[in-house]
Each structure stands twice: as structure tokens, then as C-alpha cells.
């Protein structure tokens, strides 16, 4: 007997799968088995034809995890979090790019989770430098960058090295793939 999910018998190629419909009057006993094969589905399988319900199974696919929005804001408060809990560390603040901080509703999403990702740093004008986190969503396209966030810590661009580092492994994180792995 094999089985097989409602997915796999639609991805099968449609030379090899079909429905009964020929009428067999060359079986003796067709009138009496007839309901067994007409209407039923059919595939091909090592050169055998199987036909539901005589060698064939076809099971209701497994439901899929519901998929849900994660909003950058949520991957920016967990990220400075986890930033928070490294020693010694420079953290003044984490913003979503092209969000504003004080809108109640969180309004971009996550949306990346084939990306590449790319830190870089910039030292800044005054006090401290900044952090930039960029997704490039076609690896076919480096120079099609999405900025997501703008992070600032209050240091030279000597130390904020370390702390570039720990942003960078913030998104290989087990916490963060969790967090993005039913968008």
C-alpha cells in the first residue's frame, strides 16, 4: 500500500496521475467491483497503476504552523535586550528605520527570513557611532540594500567593534530564527 499526502499526489506529474473513468467490460466481474475503481484517483508507480483504495492511500495533508506577523519593533526590543545583557556593552538606543518610535501600533514587518543580513558601522559627528543593520533580499543584487535599523552606542569606533559583533550574532541567534520562523 502506498501512501501518500493530498501535496504529494498534486505535485506528482500529471502523466503519471488521473482519475477512473474507463468503463472495463473485458473483467468478467466488472458490474460487481465497478464502485471500487470508477471515479477514484490513480497514480502510477513503478510501472504499476494504483488506484485509491486498492494499493493507493491519499491522507489529508499535516496542517501547517499558522504563520504570524512579527513586527521589526519586536525584533528591535529583543535585540536590545539581548544587548543589554552583554557586559560592558555601549547600548544608548535601537530604532527602526523609517518607523517612528512613539507610534503606538508597530507598523513594518519581518518579511526577510532568506536574506542576508549585513551590519555595518559609522562613526558619528558627535558622541558615539552608530550600528546599521541591512537585509539584501536578492543575493543576485548586492547593491540592493533594506535598512531596518539604525543602532547608536556611545563609544569610539574602537569598541563599537564588539558591539557590531554581538548585533551581528544576535541575528544567527536560536532566539531570533524562533522568533522569525513562522512569518
Known sequence: MLKLTQEQYDKSHADFK????????DWPDWDAIKERY????????????????????????EPRPE???VYLREIGQALKAKLYEQPNTHLHWVAVIGEDSVQP??????????????????EGNGEGCFVYVHVQKDRYFPDHLIALFRIKFLCSATHVFRDAADVFEFFK???????????
Open 18 to 25: 488521473g482519475l477512473w473513468s474507463i468503463e472495463r467490460t
Open 38 to 61: 470508477m471515479g477514484k484517483r490513480t497514480i502510477t508507480h513503478h510501472g504499476a497503476l494504483l488506484v485509491e483504495g486498492v494499493g493507493l492511500e491519499i491522507t489529508p495533508n
Open 105 to 122: 501600533e508597530p507598523v513594518k514587518e519581518w518579511y526577510f527570513n532568506d536574506a542576508l543580513i549585513q551590519v555595518g558601522i559609522v
Open 173 to 183: 541567534s536560536k532566539e531570533f530564527l524562533a522568533m522569525t520562523r513562522n512569518t
Open 67 to 69: 504563520s504570524r506577523k
